[in-house]
């Protein structure tokens, strides 16, 4: 069974910073990419940024210059560093995995990250 922990959500100023981290564990035979999604209230889910195996990386316009992602093969492990942080970032992430796949088929439980003043 493979699990996806999710940490460093919280409360920010506009303008602030956060980082996510995300761990894989379990039976992970191969990871083509791992991911970041939001949903806010009201809203569909949606990619912020995600990162094939090989380090390719692609962004939502919405967050592009601001958010970097990266990952840590090793430790199965993805990171979203979260600059200039806006009150319309404020969602549930969700860390994704595509294993065996191209389509994400993995999810984690989320973490809130609220952007208020």
């Known amino acids: 069974q493979v699990q996806l922990v999710e940490s460093g959500g919280g409360l920010v100023q506009p303008g602030g910073s956060l980082r996510l981290s995300c761990a894989a564990s379990?039976?992970?035979?191969?990871?083509?990419?791992m991911g970041w999604y939001r949903q806010a209230p009201g809203k569909e889910r949606e990619l912020v940024a995600d990162?094939?195996?090989?380090?390719?990386?692609n962004y939502a316009d919405s967050v592009k210059g601001r958010f970097t992602i990266s990952r840590d093969n090793a430790k199965k492990a993805v990171f979203l560093q979260m600059n200039s942080l806006k009150f319309e970032d404020t969602a549930v992430y969700y860390c994704?995995?595509?294993?065996?796949?191209?389509?994400?088929?993995?999810w984690g439980q989320g973490t809130q990250v609220t952007v208020s003043s």
């Open positions: 379990g039976s992970i035979f191969s990871i083509n990419a």
């Open positions: 994704a995995l595509a294993s065996g796949t191209w389509k994400y088929n993995y």
């Open positions: 990162i094939t195996s090989d380090g390719s990386t």
